[in-house]
């Protein structure tokens, strides 16, 4: 991300700024000052179907959330979108490891995560100098090929049931940086663990784990940047229950959706989410 992304991550990005209450402006006396969150509705407009999205992802459906932060960042920052969205997904993350308990793969998490690790830890020293535009491209074209080789028959040939730790790491890397930075680790944990043809709980319960690790990673670092200060916090904490309950809603849908079919949405949704990174990412820089 550009050094002077950064820092307007407080803003809107539309002219005029967010809305919020603020304790400042309370009247003096025996009058509580209300919570400093955002009041603008064109916010709300966008990120309510931002948070279902979100929710239903956390669920079981993988990459519907990557559309979040882009969707936020029409109307505020891409970094205080992901200010915002962090407190929700710490909340969503301890929903859907609870609801999907020691169902994960623990041979998957063992060679992924001190990738994930190591690629975030990366993605902290160097954010500021990375676009995030150059990102979702990478991304977007890498999903959405590994969706066609899938259609095409090409991954059915290539891909082995047991993948290397070296690829393992690797994609894990690729994760836990393109998740700090862009919000867009879905894509390369699923190039790694789709061809090894998990249960479909097996395979959500592996995710879900693995991004609550790398959500937890992320706390800090936005701390540092101002990112959880008291107007993203509040903002988050109204969208909250929407949040959860749309989390539950997708672990329900999950449940009862069969394996095969459950495993084409997947798929369908990996394309499209690739399909939408490759647009964003290449309309920001036209």
Same mark, same amino acid.
């Given at each position: 991300m550009r050094k002077q992304g950064w820092r307007g991550s407080g803003q809107l990005r539309r002219q005029g700024g967010p809305r919020f209450t @603020?304790?400042?402006r309370a009247r003096r006396g025996n009058e509580r000052a209300p919570l400093p969150f955002i009041t603008d509705p064109l916010f709300y407009l966008v990120a309510i179907p931002a948070v279902i999205a979100l929710g239903l992802s956390k669920g079981g459906f993988s990459g519907l959330g990557t559309l979040a932060a882009p969707l936020m960042a #029409? =109307?505020?920052s891409p970094v205080q979108a992901i200010g915002i969205l962090t407190p929700i997904l710490v909340t969503q993350d301890a929903v859907t490891i609870w609801s999907y308990w020691r169902t994960w793969d623990s041979r998957i998490l063992k060679i992924m995560v001190p990738g994930q690790i190591a690629g975030a830890g990366l993605a902290w020293l160097i954010a500021a100098y990375v676009p995030? &535009?150059? !990102?979702? #491209?990478? =991304?977007? +074209?890498i999903a959405a090929s590994f969706a066609l080789s899938h259609w095409s028959g090409l991954i059915a040939r290539a891909a082995s049931a047991h993948p290397s730790v070296i690829a393992g790491r690797l994609w894990g890397l690729v994760a836990g940086f393109t998740s700090f930075i862009a919000n867009t680790g879905g894509p390369p944990f699923q190039i790694y663990v789709l061809p090894q043809k998990l249960d479909k709980v097996t395979f959500v319960g592996t995710y879900s784990l693995f991004f609550a690790i790398g959500n937890a990673l992320k706390v800090v670092p936005y701390f540092l940047l101002g990112q959880l200060n008291p107007v993203n916090m509040s903002t988050a904490l109204v969208l909250l229950p929407l949040a959860i309950v749309t989390n539950f809603a997708g672990v329900w849908l999950v449940r009862r959706t069969p394996t095969e079919f459950f495993y084409r949405i997947v798929y369908v949704l990996i394309f499209l989410i690739g399909v939408e990174l490759i647009y &964003?990412? +290449? @309309?920001?820089? !036209?």
């Open positions: @603020s304790p400042r #029409l =109307v505020v995030d &535009t150059a !990102i979702r #491209l990478v =991304v977007g +074209a &964003t990412g +290449a @309309s920001a820089l !036209i």
